[in-house]
Nanobody
Framework: QVQLVETGGDSVQPGGSLTLSCGGS????????MAWFRQTPGAERVFVGG????????RYGDSVKGRFTVTRDNAKNTVSLQMDNLKPEDTALYFC??????????????????WGQGTQVTVSS
């Protein structure tokens, strides 16, 4: 079955950096667009960034543009989220997501079918 496992969440100070990683298994990782979302208590999951299967298209949410970078390694079945200049408002549970169908890359929560368990990022002084 499809599994997505996020790692790398931690507590950091404002202005700091952190890299999250997501490993995928149970599907042909290299032909799926992959995305990162985040969620705070009581709120909807929000698109953070996504990368197409061939790395040709990379999208970011407005609040993280210029600070976050999404990359992928299809040989290792991993997608990463490099987060720089972190702000307290970046505090959230971060999720890795894959769509039901290959070759696609969306920015809506409803575009994604498979989800990891999430990894917590806390930005606080």
């Amino acid at each position: 079955q499809v599994q997505l496992v996020e790692t790398g969440g931690d507590s950091v100070q404002p202005g700091g950096s952190l890299t999250l990683s997501c490993g995928g298994s149970g599907f042909v990782f290299g032909i799926y667009g992959m995305a990162w979302f985040r969620q705070t208590p009581g709120a909807e999951r929000v698109f953070v960034g996504g990368i197409s299967w061939d790395r040709e298209t990379i999208r970011y949410g407005d609040s993280v543009k210029g600070r976050f970078t999404v990359t992928r390694d299809n040989a290792k079945n991993t997608v990463s989220l490099q987060m720089d200049n972190l702000k307290p408002e970046d505090t959230a549970l971060y999720f890795c997501a894959a769509p039901r169908n290959p070759w696609t890359l969306g920015a809506l929560r409803t575009d994604y079918y498979y989800w990891g368990q999430g990894t917590q990022v806390t930005v606080s002084s």
